[in-house]
Nanobody, 116 residues
Framework: QVQLVESGGGLVQAGGSLRLSCAAS????????MGWYRQAPGKERELVAT???????NYADSVKGRFIIARVNAKTLAYLQMNSLKPEDTATYYC??????????WGQGTQVTVSS
């Protein structure tokens, strides 16, 4: 059984930084990509950043230049380094793993709150 565990969220002032981590545990599986999504109260879940197994990245326009996604393929581990945080970054952040054959997996979410 595959589980994703996110950590690293918290409360930070605008302009500060946080690093989120996501680790997969359970059965061994092959992933195509890992990514981070976020959902603010009253808003739809949106893509933040993704990274494929071969290292290709994709970022939401709102976080380009501020956030960096990285991964360790052998461990199915992903990080999201968030710099220059803004209040509008406040959301619950979810880790996602896209596999070749088993669909997507989601973590339980970690809260990021950015104060002005």
């Amino acid at each position: 059984q595959v589980q994703l565990v996110e950590s690293g969220g918290g409360l930070v002032q605008a302009g500060g930084s946080l690093r989120l981590s996501c680790a997969a545990s359970g059965s061994i599986f092959s992933h195509k990509a890992m990514g981070w999504y976020r959902q603010a109260p009253g808003k739809e879940r949106e893509l933040v950043a993704t990274i494929t197994r071969d290292g290709n990245t994709n970022y939401a326009d709102s976080v380009k230049g501020r956030f960096i996604i990285a991964r360790v393929n052998a461990k199915t581990l992903a990080y999201l380094q968030m710099n220059s945080l803004k209040p509008e970054d406040t959301a619950t952040y979810y880790c996602n793993v896209e596999t070749f054959f088993s669909g997507d997996y989601w973590g339980q979410g970690t809260q990021v709150t950015v104060s002005s």
